[in-house]
């Protein structure tokens, strides 16, 4: 099956900073999405991106199909950002059933 | 409120015993899929059903069972349980069966003691 890395595995940051997170998969995706879960164990659908870039708000998100991994840009950073990132992929010839990373888990000091 | 709706949030039963998890999936959405999240196995797929159909099976034990029913809410049947069963259990709901985001609910927290 498709094998889905995301990196880093843990990343801890101040208020206010930046970062981005990446995940690399290993073969051509036809469904890519990035969640969020937050401390109280909710799972939350940031983007549904198998292509290009998306923003929504303070995140936004890029996949590189052809090159096989996908960005999650957090900017300006929020104690509420706080929790694990997971991508979860699906192939184009495979099955339809999207594998989760392991994720990256982020804190957001204040 | 993600428009999905797992219940109940918290179970605490016994080896041995059974329990059936629910979920209901957003209005309009004819996918719903099953999840386990333990803290060493990650999230892993147990199984989707379509409109009522079963369209694909993950790692999902013996000892437990889905079905979907008509008015298209779905039941997660765990059986002869064991103390490594305990996990969140997540449902998500799609519009169709490819190539749509998901839709998680809050999950159902079951602790075997």
């Known amino acids: 099956g498709i094998q889905v890395e995301q990196s880093p595995p843990d990343l801890i940051l101040q208020e206010g900073a930046n970062s981005t997170l990446r995940c690399n998969f290993s073969d051509s995706v036809n469904n890519l999405q990035w969640f969020h879960q937050n401390p109280w164990g909710q799972l939350i659908n940031l983007f549904y991106i198998p292509s290009g870039t998306k923003q929504n708000g303070r995140l936004s998100a890029t996949t590189v199909a052809t090159e096989r991994y996908s960005l999650l840009y957090i900017s300006s950073s929020q104690t509420t950002d706080s929790g694990v990132y997971f991508c979860?992929?699906?192939?184009?010839?495979?099955?339809?059933?999207?594998?989760f990373g392991r994720g990256t888990s982020l804190i957001v000091h204040p | 409120d993600s428009g999905v709706t797992q219940t109940p949030k918290h179970l605490i039963t016994a080896t041995g015993q059974r329990v059936t998890l629910r979920c209901s999936p957003r209005?309009?959405?004819?996918?719903v899929y099953w999840y386990q999240q333990s803290l060493d196995q990650g999230l892993q797929f147990l199984i989707h059903y379509y409109n009522g159909e079963e369209r694909a099976k993950g790692n999902i034990l013996e000892r437990f069972s889905a079905q979907q029913f008509p008015d298209l809410h779905s039941e997660l049947n765990l059986s002869s349980l064991e103390l490594g069963d305990s996990a969140l259990y997540f449902c998500?709901?799609?519009?169709?069966?490819?190539?749509?985001?998901?839709?998680f609910g809050s999950g159902t927290r079951l602790t075997v003691v």
């Open positions: 998500a709901s799609s519009v169709g069966l490819s190539n749509y985001g998901y839709t």
């Open positions: 209005s309009g959405d004819l996918s």
């Open positions: 979860a992929v699906a192939t184009s010839g495979g099955s339809y059933i999207p594998t």
